[in-house]
């Protein structure tokens, strides 16, 4: 009996060891628990917060013609801007990304107080895949600024500003007069093939201005689904067709636009010869239906083209045809059509050089030129010198055709230089020449202008 107590209560002592040393190692285990989980989340959102890059500027503009004035009245101003801003940035490749750049600032005059203003300027690129295959996208590109010649801001909005800068609508205004503009697009993709893709996409585009007196406001819904089809490796077809539909307030007595729907196709069809050249023929038909006194009218431009792939990086593009403008009273108008262009996208040094002739449609802009005969050259040139320095050049020649005789030669040239003296601190300077000449008093103009920014980040 005495063995077995003893042996008993050996066993129990062993029991109550092994007891109390996993209660210890449970509580340990729970400790780190609560305590992982903070750590947890606190690198997590540690990360996070590590994506956005708040900023603040500072820039002083100097210009001989605010308002782009005749030389007799021009009137020449410093332009000092500050400004903050935040970019945020979250990229997984396969599942969805965010790209954000948003600022806000004030512009004041030196001498001419009275057009003091609130600038604003951002964009947004966002895009989710719910499967390989399907894939959800939103842009959108906001702008309040009082700047005579408005950026083209279908390539602000698609991206394609940073490879083709300074590019502007077309516009004779020479009032000082603040607007806001924002454009929003959803769009919808999906790829069936290698090449092959399907896409529904809608706009919202909003301009307001000030001065509503003299300058229209506007608003354009457009609804474009698209379709990329390729029959084998050689050959393919795009169908792309674009519905819109536009309203105008304002503008000058007697000068407003009335609304509009149009309804804008176009086909393509591609031969591929080999990886490198491929040729296309091009048939686009457009149709613009105003509310009445406006005139109706159609236009068909058919086209030929051929794109060659010189290199990885370098593309060059030709195409040319005719295009008809049929009015519904009777009226007509024609004229070429051509584009030739060369590209090159290398990371070290990058350039566009584009010569084109045909036609634009001046709608939701501040005056609403309507339907304008038009030529164009342009050229841009960046070269990052140092992984620290960038140079950029970008030249363009404008000559625009308008429906009531006016026709015009506009030139515009600019040398900026912009360099990294830390991590969190950039510094930039710009030089612009343009001037215009046209066949109507009261519409040449010519500005020099020369701007200088610093930046600083934080997380840069």
């Given at each position: 009996?005495?063995?077995?107590?003893?042996?008993?209560?050996?066993?129990?002592?062993?029991?109550?060891?092994?007891?109390?040393?996993?209660?210890?190692?449970?509580?340990?285990?729970?400790?780190?628990?609560?305590?992982?989980?903070?750590?947890?989340?606190?690198?997590?959102?540690?990360?996070?917060?590590?994506?956005?890059?708040?900023?603040?500027?500072?820039?002083?503009?100097?210009?001989?013609?605010?308002?782009?004035?005749?030389?007799?009245?021009?009137?020449?101003?410093?332009?000092?801007?500050?400004?903050?801003?935040?970019?945020?940035?979250?990229?997984?490749?396969?599942?969805?990304?965010?790209?954000?750049?948003?600022?806000?600032?004030?512009?004041?005059?030196?001498?001419?107080?009275?057009?003091?203003?609130?600038?604003?300027?951002?964009?947004?690129?966002?895009?989710?895949?719910?499967?390989?295959?399907?894939?959800?996208?939103?842009?959108?590109?906001?702008?309040?600024?009082?700047?005579?010649?408005?950026?083209?801001?279908?390539?602000?909005?698609?991206?394609?500003?940073?490879?083709?800068?300074?590019?502007?609508?077309?516009?004779?205004?020479?009032?000082?007069?603040?607007?806001?503009?924002?454009?929003?697009?959803?769009?919808?993709?999906?790829?069936?093939?290698?090449?092959?893709?399907?896409?529904?996409?809608?706009?919202?585009?909003?301009?307001?201005?000030?001065?509503?007196?003299?300058?229209?406001?506007?608003?354009?819904?457009?609804?474009?689904?698209?379709?990329?089809?390729?029959?084998?490796?050689?050959?393919?077809?795009?169908?792309?067709?674009?519905?819109?539909?536009?309203?105008?307030?304002?503008?000058?007595?007697?000068?407003?636009?009335?609304?509009?729907?149009?309804?804008?196709?176009?086909?393509?069809?591609?031969?591929?010869?080999?990886?490198?050249?491929?040729?296309?023929?091009?048939?686009?038909?457009?149709?613009?239906?105003?509310?009445?006194?406006?005139?109706?009218?159609?236009?068909?431009?058919?086209?030929?083209?051929?794109?060659?792939?010189?290199?990885?990086?370098?593309?060059?593009?030709?195409?040319?045809?005719?295009?008809?403008?049929?009015?519904?009273?009777?009226?007509?108008?024609?004229?070429?059509?051509?584009?030739?262009?060369?590209?090159?996208?290398?990371?070290?040094?990058?350039?566009?050089?584009?010569?084109?002739?045909?036609?634009?449609?001046?709608?939701?802009?501040?005056?609403?030129?309507?339907?304008?005969?038009?030529?164009?050259?342009?050229?841009?040139?960046?070269?990052?010198?140092?992984?620290?320095?960038?140079?950029?050049?970008?030249?363009?020649?404008?000559r625009p055709l308008y429906d009531d005789g006016q026709k015009d030669w506009i030139w515009e040239g600019r040398?900026?230089?912009?360099?990294?003296?830390?991590?969190?601190?950039?510094?930039?300077?710009?030089?612009?020449?343009?001037?215009?000449?046209?066949?109507?008093?009261?519409?040449?103009?010519?500005?020099?202008?020369?701007?200088?920014?610093?930046?600083?980040?934080?997380?840069?």
């Open positions: 009996m005495g063995n077995r107590e003893v042996k008993g209560d050996g066993m129990e002592r062993e029991r109550i060891v092994k007891t109390r040393r996993i209660g210890w190692v449970s509580w340990v285990l729970l400790a780190l628990f609560f305590v992982g989980i903070p750590s947890f989340v606190h690198a997590q959102a540690r990360d996070f917060l590590l994506k956005f890059h708040p900023y603040i500027a500072a820039e002083e503009e100097y210009t001989t013609n605010i308002d782009l004035e005749p030389n007799s009245t021009k009137m020449a101003d410093w332009i000092t801007t500050v400004s903050g801003g935040i970019r945020f940035s979250d990229v997984r490749p396969g599942r969805h990304g965010i790209d954000l750049d948003v600022s806000a600032g004030y512009d004041y005059y030196a001498y001419h107080d009275e057009f003091n203003y609130w600038s604003t300027e951002g964009r947004l690129h966002a895009w989710y895949a719910v499967t390989p295959r399907l894939t959800f996208r939103v842009r959108d590109y906001v702008i309040r600024s009082d700047e005579a010649r408005e950026d083209n801001y279908e390539n602000e909005v698609s991206g394609l500003a940073e490879t083709l800068p300074s590019q502007s609508v077309l516009s004779t205004q020479n009032v000082h007069a603040v607007y806001i503009r924002n454009v929003a697009e959803a769009s919808t993709e999906y790829r069936f093939g290698r090449e092959n893709l399907a896409q529904l996409l809608y706009r919202n585009n909003v301009y307001r201005n000030k001065r509503d007196d003299l300058y229209e406001d506007s608003t354009e819904h457009s609804v474009s689904p698209m379709l990329n089809y390729w029959f084998d490796l050689r050959n393919g077809i795009t169908l792309d067709y674009t519905y819109t539909y536009g309203v105008f307030v304002g503008g000058a007595p007697g000068q407003g636009s009335e609304d509009l729907q149009g309804h804008e196709a176009r086909v393509r069809y591609t031969h591929r010869v080999d990886p490198k050249l491929s040729f296309f023929g091009e048939y686009t038909y457009i149709n613009n239906d105003f509310e009445s006194p406006e005139v109706d009218y159609d236009v068909h431009n058919p086209s030929l083209g051929m794109e060659y792939k010189f290199s990885p990086t370098l593309t060059g593009l030709a195409q040319g045809g005719y295009w008809w403008q049929l009015e519904q009273e009777g009226g007509e108008e024609s004229g070429p059509f051509f584009i030739l262009g060369l590209t090159q996208t290398a990371p070290k040094t990058s350039y566009a050089l584009i010569v084109s002739a045909g036609y634009v449609q001046d709608y939701f802009t501040a005056e609403n030129n309507g339907f304008v005969k038009y030529y164009r050259a342009y050229g841009t040139i960046n070269h990052k010198f140092t992984p620290r320095m960038d140079v950029r050049a970008t030249g363009s020649m404008e040398l900026s230089a912009s360099y990294l003296l830390f991590r969190w601190l950039s510094v930039s300077l710009e030089g612009r020449h343009r001037e215009a000449h046209s066949n109507v008093d009261g519409e040449q103009y010519s500005e020099w202008a020369g701007i200088f920014r610093i930046t600083a980040t934080l997380n840069p």
